[in-house]
T-cell receptor
């Protein structure tokens, strides 16, 4: 059983819709991540939050907007998406220590997003 | 620059046969190395990791990997494949840059099929 829970598991949305993905971790970690997984491409890191502050944003389009209200919850707000944004969106958490390796990532089961 | 190469996007082995999944990496500093497994409709799960010390590391489900610095490799093996091993496997490398920031890079994955 995963300590990282993502909802919903599946989401179909039109290009004009606004929706949000939710992630919750029960592992006591202090860092949370959003990754995008597309077919035949490496896992793409989108956003990193450490101690509730965004520490990395890998040139992600503004139609993706993250929110981290506390160390256990992470959201990804979606609006005016494009069909090429269809993918599996994975949330992960870890224990971050500045200047040292983080603990290995713990992933949720992902949200399968389809943009029509 | 840090990179990971997984040779073979698809590997098929017979049940009971040796599993060998290849991973080569590049890193300018001593890396941490990981193998993750992703079963259908699930997120990634840590299989094993190399940090320091013994170069042969054992993971879950009978898998092991050997860190070979001279070959910059971290191949994943299992002596006898089981049907339940069918999944996608991701190699990843992590290092700390001069600014004390960790960077984690995933390979493109290898899909393992087990032939009955």
């Amino acid at each position: 059983e995963t300590g990282v829970t993502q909802t919903p598991r599946h989401l179909v949305m039109g290009m004009t819709n606004k929706k949000s993905l939710k992630c919750e971790q029960h592992l006591g970690h202090n860092a949370m991540y959003w990754y995008k997984q597309s077919a035949k491409k490496p896992l793409e890191l989108m956003f990193v939050y450490s101690l509730e502050e965004r520490v990395e944003n890998n040139s992600v389009p503004s139609r993706f907007s993250p929110e981290c209200p506390n160390s256990s919850h992470l959201f990804l707000h979606l609006h005016t998406l494009q069909p090429e944004d269809s993918a599996l969106y994975l949330c992960a958490s870890s224990q971050s220590s500045p200047g040292r390796h983080n603990s290995p990532l713990h992933f949720g089961n992902g949200t399968r997003l389809t943009v029509t | 620059a840090q990179s990971v190469t997984q040779l073979g996007s698809h590997v098929s082995v017979s049940e009971g046969a040796l599993v060998l999944l290849r991973c080569n990496y590049s890193s300018s500093v001593p890396p941490y190395l990981f193998w993750y497994v992703q079963y259908p409709n699930q997120g990634l799960q840590l299989l094993l990791k190399y940090t320091t010390g013994a170069t042969l590391v054992k993971g879950i489900n009978g898998f092991e990997a050997e860190f070979k610095k001279s070959e910059t490799s971290f191949h994943l093996t299992k002596p006898s494949a089981h049907m339940s091993d069918a999944a996608e496997y991701f190699c990843a490398v992590s290092d700390i840059n001069d600014f004390g920031n960790e960077k984690l890079t995933f390979g493109t994955g290898t899909r393992l099929t087990i032939i009955p």
